[in-house]
């Protein structure tokens, strides 16, 4: 069984960091592409980031582009996301997802990172 | 960014009964190798996003018949045959043709 487990959220100040990790199990890691997609409350879902099986490429949605690394481990089947310069509007649950069909198809159950003074 | 719209924003069903979402994006979603990567999403309430079709119209793993997706091009739909009390939830479609992949806004599935 898939089986994804996210950490790291928690509530931080604006221009703060905070890095998620996402620990995956019950496939082969290092065969798929994983991203991350963000709900922020009440709304509806946004991806991320996207990273390749072997980490050699990496792709972002606009608005976290330079702030924001995706990387991963496959000796450690884990997933990472780094963000920086951290905004208010960066508030949501952030989900580590297994690609497959250039979609979503497998979803952990969600950190939630909240960006508050 | 491909802009994604369902319609309607919110659905009320009564048990049993038929219920169809409609999503249209703002570009085609036919990708260079020939494939639509036009993807459907339920999240019930509480829970984590859990895809039900991908391609269009193949539905994943122990997702019931009762839910089938169509479409080509930029026009897409949704449909369950009858609806059941477990179907309530958030309805969300997904394009994965062109980077960023984007969402509907999402539609609300409620019983009468």
């Known amino acids: 069984e898939v089986q994804l487990v996210e950490s790291g959220g928690g509530l931080v100040q604006p221009g703060g960091s905070l890095r998620l990790s996402c620990a995956a199990s019950?496939?082969?890691?290092?065969?798929?592409?994983m991203s991350w997609v963000r709900q922020a409350p009440g709304k509806g879902l946004q991806w991320v980031a996207l990273?390749?099986?072997?980490?050699?490429?990496?792709y972002y949605v606009d608005s976290v582009k330079g702030r924001f690394t995706v990387s991963r481990d496959n000796a450690k089947n884990s997933l990472y996301l780094k963000m920086n310069s951290l905004r208010a509007e960066d508030t949501a649950v952030y989900y580590c997802?297994?690609?497959?069909?250039?979609?979503?198809?497998?979803w952990g159950q969600g950190t939630l990172v909240t960006v508050s003074s | 960014d491909v802009v994604m719209t369902q319609s309607p924003l919110s659905l009320p069903v009564t048990l049993g009964q038929p219920a169809s979402i409609s999503c249209r994006s703002g570009?085609?979603?036919?990708?260079?190798?020939?494939?639509?990567?036009l993807n459907w999403f339920q999240q019930r309430p509480g829970q984590s996003p859990r895809r039900l079709i991908y391609k269009v119209a193949n539905r994943d793993s122990g997702v019931p018949d009762r839910f089938s997706g169509s479409g080509s091009g930029t026009d897409f739909t949704l449909e369950i045959s009858r609806v059941e009390a477990e179907d309530v939830g958030v309805y969300y479609c997904m394009q994965g043709t062109h980077w960023p992949w984007t969402f509907g806004q999402g539609t609300k599935v409620e019983i009468k």
């Open positions: 019950g496939f082969t890691f290092s065969d798929y592409w």
């Open positions: 570009q085609s979603l036919v990708n260079s190798d020939g494939n639509t990567y």
């Open positions: 997802v297994r690609e497959s069909s250039r979609s979503a198809a497998s």
């Open positions: 990273i390749k099986e072997d980490g050699s490429n990496e």
